[in-house]
């Protein structure tokens, strides 16, 4: 049975080698559908993982809250977040950090120009939440919010705008009082001005906020949960603390990022079953393009099957060698798809630029479904030319023209 079996491959590839182009043409259907399953795990990925790091960057298991009136759409200033809200909130269960911000918009001299800025107030926990990256110079410390030091942070994109020179240091007068620059900064993640924090932002102690607003209030309060699953249940928390402490028909919105966890998994799973159906349509079709080719192979090699059967060449032989060629020219064509998409990877991440930190991972158990999958179609669909090949008659095959 060992050397009928070994007959029987030798026989398969020789017939593929004589059908070269036939072959490869059968293929390429493969190729298209097995690179488009990994491709369909690498994007889905690849998505999930640039959702994560943005939400990471902006701050993680952040929940923010603010102040939105009354039931009649009235603002009472005594309903207002205030720094005593902030200290309460520290106390919640599961909370590590906390802070506060107000932020209003005012100008600066800049090269003799007056020119738009946004003002920060910030208390001490601003930047751990936030995950400001400081690129020169330092945050405020407990010491420049207790005391009001007239101390500022600037982003990087104003920065650019100062003469050219050290910057740490140097004067800025922004509205009425001037500020000693103590940082430089930036967002490690960009939110285009959907934050508080604008391109050209200055960031000041909260305790200076008063100067400009006159109002000594905080406009958003974010709370820090110390793990993902504590999210939705500080939120939770941090309403009903909000609520306790303030009028009954005072009404605060208070959210966390969840929302656009959610709404990034249901796109990626979108995208996902759009490829995925991309993918096995393109394997579906390829798996018709072998059976139209080994029906036709068939037909040619009518002959040569009778010889073979004149010979003493078994049914199932016949049946399995045709089954060999499906699954060669299906296994094959998903390690070529599988080796472009594992390609792609190698090519493009280099490209990506370094400020995105951007990875393009590749799914083993996506690379082991891609071939599997590739080399069910190619047997299935090559099941019934087989069939057919091994039933056909030797007497009836030998006069065949």
């Known amino acids: 049975m060992a050397k ?11 017939a593929l080698r004589a059908n070269k182009v036939k072959a490869a043409l059968t293929m390429l259907g493969v190729v298209i559908g097995s ?8 994007i889905a990925l690849i998505g999930k993982t640039y959702v994560l790091a943005q939400i990471e960057g902006v701050g993680s298991n952040i929940v923010y809250a603010t102040y939105s009136g009354g039931t009649a759409s009235i603002r009472s200033q005594a309903d207002e977040i205030t720094l005593n809200d902030m200290d309460a909130t520290r106390h919640l269960p599961h909370v590590i950090e906390v802070a506060g911000t107000y932020d209003l918009s005012t100008s600066i001299i800049l090269n003799g120009q007056v020119k738009p800025v946004a003002l920060v107030g910030v208390t001490e926990g601003f930047q751990r939440i936030r995950n400001l990256l400081i690129l020169q110079g330092r945050f405020f410390d407990t010491l420049d919010q207790s005391t009001g030091a007239k101390a500022c942070l600037i982003t990087q994109d104003l920065a650019r705008q100062l003469p050219p020179g050290t910057i740490i240091g140097r004067q800025l007068r922004v509205g009425e009082q001037t500020f000693t620059i103590i940082a430089v900064f930036r967002e490690r993640v960009a939110t285009f001005g959907q934050s508080e924090i604008a391109s050209q932002s200055v960031l000041v102690p909260f305790s200076l906020i008063k100067y400009y607003s006159g109002n000594d209030y905080i406009r958003t309060l974010y709370a820090q949960a110390d793990t993902g699953e504590a999210v939705p249940a500080t939120t939770l928390a941090v309403n009903s603390l909000l609520r306790s402490r303030h009028s009954p028909g005072s009404v605060y919105t208070v959210q966390n990022l969840a929302s656009i966890l959610e709404a990034a998994r249901k796109i990626s799973v979108a995208l996902t079953v759009v490829l995925m159906l991309v993918g ?3 394997l579906i079709i390829s798996g018709v393009g072998i059976m139209n080719i080994m029906l036709v192979t068939v037909t040619e090699r009518t002959r040569e099957i009778g010889l ?46 370094a ?20 080399c069910a179609t190619g047997i299935l669909f090559g099941y019934i030319p087989a069939l057919r090949a091994s039933r056909l008659q030797p007497t009836e095959s030998l006069r065949y023209e």
């Not at 690179?35 to 690498?42: D, K, Q, S």
């Not at 010979?311 to 599988?338: C, D, H, K, M, N």
């Open 355 to 374: 400020e995105l930190g951007l990875k393009i991972p590749i799914s083993l158990y996506s690379v082991v479904l891609a071939f599997v999958v590739s």
């Open 308 to 353: 073979r059967k004149a010979v003493g060449a078994r049914r199932e032989e016949i049946l399995y060698q045709f089954l060999i060629e499906a699954f060669v020219i299906s296994g094959l064509g998903a390690l070529i798809g599988i080796a472009i998409a594992v390609s792609l990877k190698i090519i493009v991440e280099p490209l990506i630029p």
């Open 4 to 14: 009928i079996s070994r007959e029987t491959w030798q026989v398969a590839f020789e």
């Open 280 to 282: 096995m349509i393109a």
């Open 35 to 42: 690179a488009c399953i990994v491709l369909v795990v690498t």
